[in-house]
C-alpha cells in the first residue's frame, strides 16, 4: 500500500480503518438486540442460570466474529491496493 491516495481528503488506509470500525460498531449494535431480546425471551420465567446467560453472550460474539472475518479481510486487501471504489462503497453501506 502506497498510502499516497486519497479519497475525500483521507488516505485509502485511514478510509478503510474508518469503514472496518463502522462495521464494527453497526454488528456490535446489533449483536447487542439480538441477544438483549433472546435473553428476555429464554428468561421469560425467570429461571437462565449465569451461565446459560454467559452462553448467549458467548454465541452472539462469536457470530460477530465470524460474520465480519471475510468482510474485513477484503476491506484491508482493497485498501492494500488502493482500491478507493470498495472502501467507500463499504463506508455508504455501513455509515
Known sequence: MTGQRTTGGKSVASTEEAAVAR???????????????????LDANGDLSDA???????????LVESLLTVPESSLRAAAAADDEETVETALELFG
Open 52 to 62: 446459560e446467560r454467559e452462553t448467549v453472550e458467548r454465541l452472539g460474539d462469536r
Open 23 to 41: 462495521i464494527r460498531e453497526r454488528a456490535s449494535a446489533v449483536r447487542e438486540a439480538e441477544v438483549e431480546t433472546a435473553l428476555a425471551k
